[in-house]
């Protein structure tokens, strides 16, 4: 189990000499970038090929890109009276629904399936980028592992991503007649609409979510290397 | 003849059947079931969504609310993730902790799941046995991190703190005294390793008890034997993990398969179904309970005779004890950093999965180098069994999707996260 990410990426190199692939091997895995008109493809290849036989499809997830590495309080550029003090960015849980950010970004959506394969115990995590122009679809792989069916319409309801081919894309974990994909970085962590009593009306009501958005700890981000500096200390050694 | 048509039948949200909050929209044709489309996310909190909004340790406290029976399992995929990402590793000691405590955690989850599949199925007796032994199983976890249920007692660098040396006993009440507090306290002598160890010895003979109730009983075997059949082919093509997984006949088990914790250092066998039916899943998970005794002696063996740290020192991830906090400066700063903003964990991805009670449980975390999740995604077994629920039913009663819905042994909490 342990020394089988480095033949996994030169097999992947290998096998797939005509699609742009980019492997990326780490201490913890491989992850394996496809474009997303080969994504079924390769996908049907690394169930069926008997140097790969991924047999089974673990989970299949989106990712939200937009906001990737922003930090809401920075942590360098000292100045000789302290640190930046305050929080002004509108990072995930700071802003309301009409508050929300709406700006494009590039590579924005991603769909991460996990594969294992039981003959070789192995695992892979495969990804793919949704297109940026026109609608946000991505081949699904319901007729590659069936049961991958829930997690991509568990990707379309949080994130709105559309699988195209598969057979009952409705949502499944937001409530019924829900407006929006919660998941989204740009959707607000209180929401936008909360559920009430109403006693004239004798019944359960919608409205505009009464709390306000607060986060207690601000994201900073330190790229301090000493995390790096005990991982060159492992492969050294 | 009048004319029989299909009828559409609305199950739960509130049926006692339903294992939570399960909403069951099935097609009938007569008692017959032709399509069953489960409805999920009643009870959705957004943990994903939340995790994101917080340091990577405020969120340990959630895993325990995801599968609500099986707690510690959930917290050992999210606290892998985050060592792998920070490139840590727990010590030995924590290591076999873990380990005991994921196969307590596994004999809780067993023990309700017997417990609750057993009464869907008609034998109500077997409920009262189970938890009378599951109430032993959370006096553990209260004695190692004051909470019945949810412990949030794995960190990431080790567990919160070590075995407590004494199992706390019963009290004089009006209720218990005399001879009934001497029975009760007759296993609270000693430390929390002594408590659990008298368990473990005796708790193969209950395994016994549950299987006289159960094994040749009739009506057990009228309700569980050909029911939900699920071949090894399909198993794997839906996603199936765990023993749903094994009662189909595949020897996968990722405490053998994929170690983790201690488990390379302990020894225990996999039980494997034959024929993947409901009956064969209820003799895997009867079988791994008498495994688990087996893993948690020799976990208590080894705890009893090496004494050791069961949190990583690097002040970076783990806290300093307080009489140092108070007696020295670098080790304030470190705890002032520590529970104000946490720690930056290296950017990259990681999936984590653990073999939980349920089946796999993995956690894909994507760090950006900040000190709060950039995206978390939780894998829960039960998401991936229940999906599969309409394949498994069609065409059995009615009443048969009362034994599949308990073979899938389904959580809520982990479900609809």
């Not at chain 1, 079924?40 to 169930?47: D, G, N, S």
């Not at chain 1, 568990?154 to 974990?173: C, N, S, T, V, Y």
């Not at chain 1, 290397?225 to 492969?235: A, C, F, L, P």
């Not at chain 2, 069961?310 to 520590?338: G, T």
Request: net charge negative; aromatic share 12%; hydrophobic share 40%.
């Amino acid at each position: 189990m342990s020394n089988y990410r480095y033949k996994l990426t030169k097999e992947l190199a290998e096998h797939f000499t005509d699609v742009q692939l980019e492997i990326e091997e780490s201490a913890h895995g491989v992850v394996c970038t496809v474009p997303v008109e080969s994504w079924l493809e390769v996908a049907k290849t690394l169930r069926d090929a008997t140097i790969f036989q991924f047999d089974q499809c673990m989970d299949v997830c989106g990712v939200d890109y937009f906001t990737y590495g922003e930090a809401e309080w920075q942590t360098d550029g000292v100045s000789s009276t302290g640190f930046s003090r305050g929080v002004n960015a509108k990072g995930p849980g700071r802003f309301s629904w009409h508050e929300r950010r709406q700006e494009a970004m590039p590579k924005r959506f991603a769909v991460v399936a996990q594969l294992l394969s039981v003959p070789h115990n192995r695992r892979l995590t495969i990804k793919c980028y949704a297109p940026d122009e026109g609608m946000l679809m991505v081949p699904s792989l319901v007729d590659i592992w069936p049961g991958v069916n829930w997690f991509e319409r568990e990707a379309f309801d949080l994130f709105g991503i559309i699988f195209k081919g598969h057979p009952d894309l409705r949502r499944i974990l937001t409530d019924y007649g829900f407006i929006g994909h919660p998941f989204r970085k740009d959707f607000p962590l209180i929401g936008n609409v909360e559920v009430a009593y109403d006693e004239e009306k004798e019944r359960v009501v919608y409205q505009p979510v009464s709390i306000e958005p607060r986060v207690l700890v601000p994201k900073t981000i330190r790229r301090d290397s000493r995390y790096v500096e005990s991982m060159n200390d492992q492969e050294t050694s | 003849m009048s004319e029989i048509k299909n009828y559409t039948m609305n199950f739960g949200p509130q049926h006692p059947a339903a294992h939570g909050v399960l909403r069951l929209i099935l097609e009938l044709d007569g008692e017959v079931v032709e399509h069953a489309d489960p409805h999920v996310g009643l009870l959705h909190r957004g943990t994903e969504k939340l995790a994101e909004s917080k340091p990577y340790n405020q969120s340990i406290g959630y895993m325990d609310r995801l599968d609500y029976v099986s707690m510690m399992c959930n917290e050992h995929a999210y606290v892998r993730g985050i060592e792998q990402l920070l490139n840590i590793e727990a010590p030995i000691r924590a290591q076999y902790i873990r380990t005991m405590f994921d196969e307590i955690t596994r004999i809780r989850n067993h023990l309700m799941w017997i417990g609750t599949h057993g009464l869907d199925l008609g034998a109500m007796a077997l409920f009262l046995y189970a938890f009378r032994e599951r109430e032993h199983c959370m006096d553990m976890y209260e004695a190692v991190s004051g909470a019945r249920m949810h412990a949030t007692y794995y960190r990431p660098g080790g567990v919160y703190r070590d075995l407590p040396e004494r199992m706390p006993q019963y009290a004089e009440s009006k209720w218990t005294k005399g001879k009934n507090l001497a029975y009760v306290n007759e296993w609270r002598e000693g430390s929390l390793l002594d408590f659990i160890e008298a368990f473990a010895n005796d708790f193969t003979s209950k395994i016994d008890e549950y299987r006289t109730l159960l094994q040749d009983n009739r009506i057990w075997k009228q309700r569980t034997v050909g029911i939900g059949v699920v071949s090894p082919e399909q198993a794997k093509a839906w996603g199936f993990s765990g023993p749903m997984l094994r009662g189909s006949g595949v020897a996968w088990d990722l405490r053998k398969k994929q170690t983790y914790a201690a488990y390379d250092k302990v020894d225990f066998d996999i039980p494997v179904g034959v024929n993947g039916d409901c009956y064969d899943r209820y003799l895997v998970r009867m079988e791994e309970m008498v495994q688990s005794t087996r893993i948690i002696k020799q976990c208590v063996e080894w705890l009893k005779h090496n004494p050791g740290p069961v949190m990583v020192d690097e002040f970076k991830v783990a806290p300093p004890s307080r009489e140092m906090m108070k007696e020295d400066m670098e080790s304030m700063i470190h705890h002032f950093k520590l529970f104000t903003e946490g720690y930056t964990v290296p950017a990259g991805e990681v999936y984590a999965a653990v073999e939980a009670p349920k089946g796999e449980f993995g956690v894909y975390l994507i760090s950006d180098d900040s000190n709060k999740p950039f995206r978390m995604k939780l894998r829960a077994p039960g998401f991936a069994h229940l999906s599969a629920m309409n394949d498994m039913v069609k065409g059995h009663m009615l009443a048969d999707v009362v034994a599949v819905i308990g073979t899938m042994d389904i959580v809520f909490g982990e479900i609809d996260r």
